[in-house]
T-cell receptor, first 114, second 116 residues
Framework: NAGVTQTPKFQVLKTGQSMTLQCAQD?????MSWYRQDPGMGLRLIHY???????DQGEVPNGYNVSRSTTEDFPLRLLSAAPSQTSVYFC?????????????FGPGTRLTVL | AQSVSQHNHHVILSEAASLELGCNYS??????LFWYVQYPGQHLQLLLK??????LVKGIKGFEAEFIKSKFSFNLRKPSVQWSDTAEYFCAVVWPGYSSASKIIFGSGTRLSIRP
């Protein structure tokens, strides 16, 4: 099993550009989520999904879109990148949800917006 | 709003020293509690979790945590640290009765540095 994979590992964008961060898991987990990690602020939940076709907002959803067309994939889209979106982004999955399940994290994507 | 506090931002210890990292959360009621660890260059991984039962929980690599409901705390402990424990440690809390079913709040993390 590859677990949770994320691409790319590093990305530099200019303000206003758009891009998609990819996340995939091969554990057949229903629940997937995206976090951003900023210095001194820990991990903050951006969006999550409890199954294919179902997504919901987390704590900091503005400027990000998600979709979940398959169980395996949960891409995160930045529509118009801003410097405030410079961060490390983590994708995670778990069998049922974050409430009682262990979450399995990907390696992260380090994004810089100039 | 619910919050999770980790007041120790950076802890520096010598090998064999005892460790206690603090985690406090706002609001009472039923909580599910987690400690995650991120070793340098690696993914975040679960150290231990508490849902109910014995408030003293044992995790991997000799770590344990104690849930004290009256203090809204879930402190992480290890009797004797090793250089390999150098990592960032995150406390995370879910309030199943208050929050959306799938939301979890993380603390800001504590960086632990162990001097050989």
């Amino acid at each position: 099993n590859a677990g949770v994979t994320q691409t790319p590992k590093f990305q530099v964008l200019k303000t206003g550009q758009s891009m998609t961060l990819q996340c995939a898991q091969d554990m057949n987990h229903e629940y997937m989520s995206w976090y951003r990690q900023d210095p001194g602020m820990g991990l903050r939940l951006i969006h999550y999904s409890v199954g294919a076709g179902i997504t919901d907002q987390g704590e900091v959803p503005n400027g990000y879109n998600v979709s979940r067309s398959t169980t395996e994939d949960f891409p995160l889209r930045l529509l118009s990148a801003a410097p405030s979106q410079t961060s490390v982004y983590f994708c995670a999955s778990s069998p049922q949800g974050a409430t009682t399940d262990t979450q399995y994290f990907g390696p992260g994507t380090r994004l810089t917006v100039l | 709003a619910q919050s999770v506090s980790q007041h120790n931002h950076h802890v520096i210890l010598s090998e064999a020293a005892s460790l206690e990292l603090g985690c406090n959360y706002s609001y009472g009621g039923t909580v599910n509690l987690f400690w995650y660890v991120q070793y340098p260059g690696q993914h975040l991984q679960l150290l231990l979790k508490y849902f109910s039962g014995d408030p003293l929980v044992k995790g991997i690599k000799g770590f344990e945590a104690e849930f004290i409901k009256s203090k809204f705390s879930f402190n992480l402990r290890k009797p004797s640290v090793q250089w390999s424990d150098t990592a960032e440690y995150f406390c995370a809390v879910v309030w199943p009765g208050y929050s959306s079913a799938s939301k979890i709040i993380f603390g800001s993390g504590t960086r632990l540095s162990i001097r050989p």
